[in-house]
């Protein structure tokens, strides 16, 4: 069972939605309206991703269950070989992946709880883990944003202005 990138991305917009975006976006604007009126020297905001990247870990883990089941239906019971080797993961946390048979006496759900919560343990790591927890946007963020777009110049100008209107 794996996860695209695409399930990713998917998740990820699903907990940051467009109206939460702008929300954060306009938040980031409001609190660098002074900076770039030049009545404060610098500015800084930052945004929280922690709680998103909670609920994403929750609709990941949901798209992984649901993978899990799909995977897990029909498999034939398992030999005596087969179930004392899956017992045998089983019973050490290290199950990683779904079984080619099921024990008999175990229900399939136990094995699938086991490999989901492994499979989550490394989506935590391996995906959201490159996420951080927070992002701080600061008066440097904008100067350099301002200088890939050519507009650099924009903050110097509107110090200068304002610097005017306050001498005046």
Known sequence: VAVTDDEV?????QVAPPGW???QAENVIDEAGPYLSG??????VSVSLADNKRAARRVIAETVGA???EAAEGLPVCTVAQASALLTSLGSGTLTRIPACTPP?????????EVEKT?????????LGQIPNMVRFTDSNLREALRLSGSEDTIEFDAVVSTAAFAG
């Open 105 to 113: 006496g175990v229900p399939l759900d136990t094995i699938l709880a």
């Open 119 to 127: 499979a989550v343990e490394s989506i935590d790591e391996l995906v």
């Open 39 to 44: 009545k404060v020297d610098t500015f800084g």
């Open 21 to 23: 975006v702008q929300e």
């Open 9 to 13: 991305t998917s998740a990820l917009r």
């Open 67 to 69: 993978k899990l089941d």
